[in-house]
C-alpha cells in the first residue's frame, strides 16, 4: 500500500516542530488501537495521516476474511533497504537528523518521548502481564523442552536470577506491533545497515540488588552484540534499541555503553543511559554496552529491538516461531522486516 493521499504528502513535507512530533507519536498510536478498535477504514485513514504504513492489517479487515494485499514477494530477502520505499514505508518527516549523526559519531542517540503516556500504559500493562502468565519460564522460549521442564518441577533454579526476561514478544500482543514497525527506529536502522531485518524482540529487567544477565547473578558484562571487534570499514551488521518502559538512571540499572566503541578498542568512559520512560535508544551493535547494577529496586523496564542485516541469521527465528494470530495481522512490509516471506506464501 503506497500512501499516495492529500494528507500522507502534507505529513512527509512537513517541517520538524514539536507539534508535528506529538501528532505524528499520536497517529502512530491511533493506528494500533484503529486496528483493534474501530476497523480498517479508520486504520488506513490514520495511517495516511500519519505517513506511516503499518505493518499489521485491522483487524475488522480480518474478520470481514478480505483478501490480503497482493504480495509481490518472491524476491524481497535479496533486496536492500530501498525495498522499504517500495513496500510503501514513509521516513519521518521530523526526525532530527541529529539523532543519525550521534548514532553514526557516538554510537548510540537518545530520542525522547516516542512513546506517548497511553501506549506506555499498554505497553507496561501487557509486560507485566506475560512476566506473570510465564512465571518461572519467562525468558526461557527457546530453550529445549526438557531444559524448561526442570525448571518448571523445580529441579534447576531459572537460568537468570535476579533478572526478568521476556523473548519473543513479536508474538505477545498487537501492542509491541508498534515497536518494531516503528518509521523512527526503522528510519534510524537504515541509516547503519544497507539492508536489515528484525533480529529479536526481548526485554529485560534487572531487579533490585542484580544487574542483568548472567547464570550467577553477576552483573552483566560489557558486550558487543555482534560478539566482534569493531568492523573495519564500517560494515556494520547489528543495530539494537531499547524502547523504555520505566526512568532508567544509574541507580536502578540503566544500560551502560562505552560512546564510539563501535568504531574502535579502548577507552572512552562508560556512561549510563539517563533517560525518562517513553524514550527510544538506538545504538550500533557494535557498541560496548551491558546492564548495570539496579541498586534502588526502581523499575526498569527494557524492550530491546534488534536489527541484523538480512545475509545474517536472526536470533529468533522469525519463521519458525510466528504464530498463526501474528501472521495474519502481517503486510507484505512486515512480512519483510521480520523475514517471514517463504513460510507466508508457501
Ligand atoms: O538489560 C540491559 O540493560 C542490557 C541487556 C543486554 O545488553 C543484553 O542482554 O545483551
Given at each position: 500500500?503506497?500512501?499516495?493521499?492529500?494528507?500522507?504528502?502534507?505529513?512527509?513535507?512537513?517541517?520538524?516542530?514539536?507539534f508535528?512530533?506529538?501528532?505524528?507519536?499520536?497517529r502512530?498510536?491511533?493506528?494500533?488501537?484503529?486496528?483493534r478498535?474501530?476497523?480498517?477504514?479508520?486504520?488506513?485513514?490514520?495511517?495516511?495521516l500519519?505517513?506511516?504504513?503499518?505493518?499489521?492489517?485491522?483487524a475488522?479487515?480480518?474478520?470481514?476474511?478480505?483478501?490480503p494485499?497482493?504480495p509481490?514477494?518472491?524476491?524481497l530477502r535479496?533486496?536492500?533497504?530501498?525495498?522499504l520505499?517500495?513496500?510503501?514505508?514513509v521516513?519521518?518527516a521530523?526526525?532530527?537528523?541529529?539523532?543519525?549523526?550521534e548514532?553514526?559519531?557516538?554510537?548510540?542517540?537518545v530520542?525522547?518521548?516516542?512513546i506517548?503516556?497511553?501506549?506506555?500504559?499498554?505497553?507496561?500493562a501487557?509486560?507485566?502481564e506475560?512476566?506473570?502468565?510465564?512465571?518461572?519460564?519467562?525468558?526461557?522460549?527457546?530453550?529445549?523442552?526438557d531444559?524448561?521442564?526442570?525448571?518448571?518441577?523445580?529441579?534447576?533454579?531459572?537460568?537468570?536470577?535476579?533478572?526478568r526476561?521476556?523473548?519473543?514478544?513479536v508474538?505477545?500482543?498487537?501492542?509491541?506491533d508498534?515497536?518494531?514497525?516503528?518509521p523512527?527506529?526503522?528510519?534510524?536502522?537504515?541509516?547503519v545497515l544497507?539492508?536489515?531485518?528484525?533480529n529479536?524482540?526481548?526485554?529485560?529487567?534487572?531487579?533490585?540488588?542484580?544487574?542483568?544477565?548472567d547464570?550467577?547473578?553477576?552483573?552483566?558484562?560489557?558486550?558487543?552484540?555482534t560478539?566482534a571487534?569493531?568492523?573495519?570499514?564500517?560494515?556494520?551488521?547489528?543495530?539494537?534499541?531499547?524502547?523504555?518502559?520505566d526512568?532508567?538512571?544509574?541507580?536502578?540499572?540503566?544500560?551502560?555503553?562505552?560512546p564510539?566503541?563501535?568504531?574502535?578498542e579502548?577507552?572512552?568512559?562508560?556512561?549510563?543511559?539517563?533517560?525518562?520512560?517513553?524514550?527510544?535508544v538506538v545504538?550500533?551493535?557494535?557498541?560496548?554496552h551491558?546492564?548495570?547494577?539496579n541498586?534502588?529496586?526502581a523499575?526498569?523496564?527494557g524492550?530491546?529491538?534488534s536489527?541484523?542485516?538480512?545475509?545474517?541469521?536472526?536470533?529468533?527465528?522469525?519463521?519458525?516461531?510466528?504464530?498463526?494470530?501474528?501472521?495474519?495481522?502481517?503486510?507484505?512490509?512486515?512480512?519483510?522486516?521480520l523475514?517471514?516471506?517463504?513460510?507466508?506464501?508457501?
Amino acid at each position: 500500500m503506497k500512501v499516495n493521499c492529500k494528507c500522507g504528502r502534507a505529513a512527509r513535507a512537513a517541517a520538524f516542530s514539536l507539534f508535528t512530533l506529538q501528532c505524528f507519536r499520536y497517529r502512530i498510536i491511533s493506528c494500533c488501537e484503529a486496528a483493534r478498535a474501530t476497523g480498517a477504514a479508520a486504520m488506513r485513514r490514520l495511517g495516511r495521516l500519519a505517513g506511516h504504513v503499518s505493518v499489521a492489517r485491522p483487524a475488522a479487515e480480518l474478520q470481514a476474511g478480505a483478501a490480503p494485499e497482493a504480495p509481490a514477494e518472491q524476491d524481497l530477502r535479496r533486496r536492500s533497504a530501498a525495498t522499504l520505499a517500495q513496500l510503501g514505508f514513509v521516513p519521518p518527516a521530523d526526525l532530527d537528523t541529529r539523532h543519525a549523526a550521534e548514532l553514526r559519531d557516538q554510537g548510540w542517540t537518545v530520542v525522547p518521548g516516542v512513546i506517548d503516556q497511553r501506549w506506555l500504559d499498554e505497553l507496561r500493562a501487557q509486560y507485566d502481564e506475560c512476566i506473570a502468565e510465564e512465571g518461572l519460564l519467562a525468558g526461557m522460549d527457546m530453550a529445549p523442552e526438557d531444559v524448561q521442564a526442570r525448571v518448571r518441577d523445580g529441579t534447576d533454579p531459572p537460568p537468570n536470577p535476579g533478572v526478568r526476561l521476556l523473548l519473543d514478544l513479536v508474538n505477545k500482543g498487537p501492542v509491541f506491533d508498534c515497536v518494531w514497525s516503528h518509521p523512527a527506529l526503522l528510519d534510524l536502522v537504515s541509516s547503519v545497515l544497507p539492508d536489515f531485518k528484525l533480529n529479536s524482540l526481548n526485554a529485560t529487567e534487572p531487579t533490585k540488588g542484580f544487574g542483568g544477565q548472567d547464570a550467577e547473578g553477576n552483573t552483566q558484562p560489557l558486550h558487543r552484540d555482534t560478539l566482534a571487534p569493531p568492523p573495519k570499514d564500517e560494515d556494520y551488521t547489528l543495530v539494537n534499541s531499547v524502547w523504555l518502559l520505566d526512568d532508567f538512571s544509574e541507580s536502578n540499572g540503566a544500560t551502560r555503553l562505552r560512546p564510539e566503541s563501535h568504531r574502535r578498542e579502548g577507552a572512552t568512559a562508560e556512561v549510563h543511559i539517563d533517560a525518562p520512560a517513553g524514550s527510544l535508544v538506538v545504538f550500533n551493535g557494535s557498541i560496548l554496552h551491558g546492564a548495570s547494577f539496579n541498586a534502588s529496586g526502581a523499575r526498569r523496564r527494557g524492550v530491546f529491538c534488534s536489527w541484523v542485516v538480512r545475509s545474517a541469521n536472526q536470533q529468533t527465528d522469525q519463521a519458525k516461531f510466528l504464530r498463526p494470530s501474528t501472521a495474519e495481522r502481517l503486510t507484505a512490509l512486515g512480512r519483510y522486516l521480520l523475514d517471514v516471506v517463504d513460510t507466508t506464501t508457501a
